[in-house]
């Protein structure tokens, strides 16, 4: 089991940049898929980014590549992401969530069994 814990959100301008953090407990953390998730009022969650657990490999909804950047330290049991060129249109609140199973979509919520209370992200023009 794991839990996560979120960081590093805030009020920011447009066109500005912040790097959230999940932090994770437990010493298998190079063994999770890690996803990064966000949810603005009134909307469903949606997919931000992913990291596989065994090459790294990372993806991007559509929304966000070229701005947005997923990473991982698994010595520091962390995964980061960098968002850049922030719009009004990022805001929301983001989690950060583990996934074990041996078969999932990276970019499906229900492939994550473990979630973070999120970290809230707030684009002002």
């Known amino acids: 089991q794991v839990q996560l814990v979120e960081s590093g959100g805030g009020l920011v301008q447009v066109g500005d940049s912040l790097r959230l953090s999940c932090a994770a407990s437990?010493?298998?953390?190079?063994?999770?898929?890690l996803g990064w998730f966000r949810q603005a009022p009134g909307k469903e969650r949606e997919f931000v980014a992913g990291?596989?657990?065994?090459?790294?490999?990372?993806y991007y909804a559509d929304s966000v590549k070229g701005r947005f950047t997923i990473s991982r330290d698994n010595a520091k049991n962390t995964v980061y992401l960098q968002m850049n060129s922030l719009n009004p249109e990022d805001t929301a609140l983001y989690y950060c969530?583990?996934?074990?199973?041996?078969?999932?979509?990276?970019?499906?919520?229900?492939?994550?069994?473990?979630w973070g209370q999120g970290t809230q992200v707030t684009v002002s023009s």
């Open positions: 969530a583990a996934s074990s199973r041996a078969y999932y979509n990276i970019r499906y919520s229900s492939s994550y069994d473990y």
């Open positions: 437990g010493r298998t953390f190079s063994g999770y898929t």
């Open positions: 990291i596989r657990r065994n090459d790294g490999g990372a």
